[in-house]
T-cell receptor, first 111, second 113 residues
Framework: GQQLNQSPQSMFIQEGEDVSMNCTSS?????WLWYKQDPGEGPVLLIA?????ELTSNGRLTAQFGITRKDSFLNISASIPSDVGIYFC???????????FGTGTRLKVLA | DAGITQSPRHKVTETGTPVTLRCHQT?????MYWYRQDPGHGLRLIHY???????DKGEVSDGYSVSRSKTEDFLLTLESATSSQTSVYFC????????????FGDGTRLSIL
């Protein structure tokens, strides 16, 4: 089936550092979503992107919809301990009701 | 989020028994989804619904069935549970078509011994 390649799989960073992660695919998407999941909870929507080239921020988070519509990027600036968790991307295939999810980036922040 | 309640939150059962998981939403969202989450696989779509009594298969639908008799409830049934169906199951909803985002419940942790 369709797959989204999300990288990195995991990362350890120091508090205060900036973080970057991305999702790529061979398919074209017309929507990209970024979620964060804490242990024992469901994913929570962080940012939604609807147009190629779109750049959207939510506090210290910034995400971009790639120009080719095959990729998306998430940046977290000045990381803090509560940023710990798993971050997922999801892309909506054109003409479908279905989102395809990446396998997640596990972020650990060292105080 | 989006008034989604999953029940039960945890369940342990034996191989071969039937299991039903419930997703209840209070937002009158048209679309509802069932996913399973396993290490290394992310979220994989089991079944989804695009209206009352309208359902379709996802990528990992074998061994699962669903029903949606009213807008607010979407049931996932394992007719005869197997150990390979041990997983965390998430329900998601979204308000309409187009490119509206999905919102998730808090999950059901299912262990099949």
């Amino acid at each position: 089936g369709q797959q989204l390649n999300q990288s990195p799989q995991s990362m350890f960073i120091q508090e205060g550092e900036d973080v970057s992660m991305n999702c790529t695919s061979s398919s074209i998407f017309n929507t990209w979503l970024w979620y964060k999941q804490d242990p024992g909870e469901g994913p929570v929507l962080l940012i939604a992107l609807y147009k190629a080239g779109e750049l959207t921020s939510n506090g210290r988070l910034t995400a971009q919809f790639g120009i080719t519509r095959k990729d998306s990027f998430l940046n977290i600036s000045a990381s803090i301990p509560s940023d710990v968790g798993i971050y997922f991307c999801a892309g909506l295939l054109s003409g479908t009701y279905k989102y395809i999810f990446g396998t997640g980036t596990r972020l650990k922040v060292l105080a | 989020d989006a008034g989604i309640t999953q029940s039960p939150r945890h369940k342990v059962t034996e191989t071969g028994t039937p299991v039903t998981l419930r997703c209840h939403q209070t937002e009158n969202h048209r679309y509802m989804y069932w996913y399973r989450q396993d290490p290394g696989h992310g979220l994989r779509l089991i079944h989804y619904s695009y209206g009352v009594k309208d359902t379709d298969k996802g990528e990992v639908s074998d061994g699962y069935s669903v029903s949606r008799s009213k807008t607010e409830d979407f049931l996932l049934t394992l007719e005869s549970a197997t150990s390979s169906q041990t997983s965390v199951y998430f329900c998601a909803t979204r308000t309409g078509g187009g490119n509206q985002p999905q919102h998730f419940g808090d999950g059901t942790r299912l262990s099949i011994l």
